[in-house]
């Protein structure tokens, strides 16, 4: 699959699946900006380290909920209808998570 062929792929959401994955978004955001807080506040290292490994942690949490809908939607009607191109996304992208 070449690289534009990727970028042109769309997924549709429906609402209430939008509504939970931009709460955990503005929730990492937050916990962001709490970082950011607490480095002008000249906190911790450890303090600050602590809330980084949270960050990971939620951004982890959001992108195994993004693969878990990918692989019940995008990928089972793909393999349905012959595309077995999806596989090779798949690895690439099995590949980028395990960096």
Known sequence: MGKNECCNKKT???????KIINNRINRITGQLNGVKKMIGE???CNDVLVQLSAIE???KSLSN???ENHLCSCVTRDLENGKLEII?????????FNK
């Open 12 to 18: 549709h959401r429906g609402e209430k699946e939008k």
């Open 42 to 44: 000249d906190a911790y």
């Open 57 to 59: 942690n939620s951004v």
């Open 65 to 67: 909920h993004i693969l």
């Open 88 to 96: 090779d996304e798949l690895i690439s992208l099995f590949k980028k």
